[in-house]
C-alpha cells in the first residue's frame, strides 16, 4: 500500500539551530512531493514542492526540501530555525498519475523552536 | 476573496443533530475540496467538485453526509444524524483548476465540529 511516514511526532530545536524534519514515502513511480505547514487556529499552507529537476526545493519562509529517490525521502530543512516556526508541519505525495486532491499525507510532525 | 474562507469555525451540536458547514472559496477557483482531519493525523479526503458537479465523492464515509456547490462558487457540507464519531476538523481547499498531480491546494482554517 502507498504511504508515507513522518517518523517523529515532535521534533525540538533551539531557535538559530539548524531543523530538519523528516519524511519518507512509499509510493510506485515518480511521485511529487509536497511539504504543508498548519500554526494553530489556521489552515494548511503550502511551503514547497518537487515535481522533477534540481532535487534540492526551496520554498517559503526560507525552508527547503531534498528529494532523495534511493532513500525515498524529502526531508524539510531550515538553516536556522525561529520561534515563529513552531507549528505542526505535513509531508504528502501524489502519484502522477493522481489528481491533485488525491494526496497521500503523513501524520504530521509538531515543531517546537525554544527561544 | 482573497483566501478560502469557512463558517463556522466552531461548531458544537448533540448526537443526531444536522449541521451545515460552508467553504467560500478564492474567487475564480473552479475546484473545491472537503477534506476532514482528526487529531494527530493528515487529512482525508471526502469529496471534490469541478464547478457545480461532485466530480468524486468517494471519501464520503456514508449517506448521511452530503455536500453541493449549486453555483459553482460556495459549497455546503451537510451532515445528517450526527454522531460522536463525526467530530473533527472539516477542511476546505480550492485550487484554479484540478487534475494534475502538481497543483498546489489552498485551505481554509477549517471548521471544527464537536458532537456530543
Known sequence: ????????DQVNVAEGNPLTVKCTYSVSGNPYLFWYVQYPN?????????????????????????????????????????????????????????????????????????? | GAGVSQTPSNKVTEKGKYVELRCDPISGHTALYWYRQSLGQGPEF?????????????????????????????STLKIQRTERGDSAV?????????????????????????VL
Not at chain 1, 500500500?1 to 517523529?8: H, K, L
Not at chain 1, 520554498?59 to 531550515?78: C, D, I, R, V
Open chain 1, 1 to 8: 500500500a502507498q504511504s508515507v511516514a513522518q517518523p517523529e
Open chain 1, 42 to 115: 489556521r489552515g494548511l499552507q503550502f511551503l514547497l514542492k518537487y515535481i522533477t529537476g534540481d532535487n534540492l526545493v526551496k520554498g517559503s519562509y526560507g525552508f527547503e526540501a531534498e528529494f532523495n529517490k534511493s532513500q525515498t525521502s524529502f526531508h524539510l530543512k531550515k538553516p536556522s530555525a525561529l520561534v515563529s516556526d513552531s507549528a505542526l508541519y505535513f509531508c504528502a505525495v501524489t502519484p502522477p498519475e493522481g489528481s491533485n486532491y488525491q494526496l497521500i499525507w503523513g501524520a504530521g510532525t509538531k515543531l517546537i523552536i525554544k527561544p
Open chain 2, 46 to 74: 471526502l469529496i471534490y467538485f469541478q464547478g457545480t458537479g461532485a466530480a468524486d465523492d468517494s471519501g464520503l464515509p456514508n449517506d448521511r453526509f452530503f455536500a453541493v456547490r449549486p453555483e459553482g462558487s460556495v
Open chain 2, 90 to 114: 472539516y477542511l476546505c481547499a480550492s485550487s484554479l483548476i484540478a487534475g494534475t498531480g502538481a497543483n498546489v491546494l489552498t485551505f481554509g482554517a477549517g471548521s471544527r465540529l464537536t
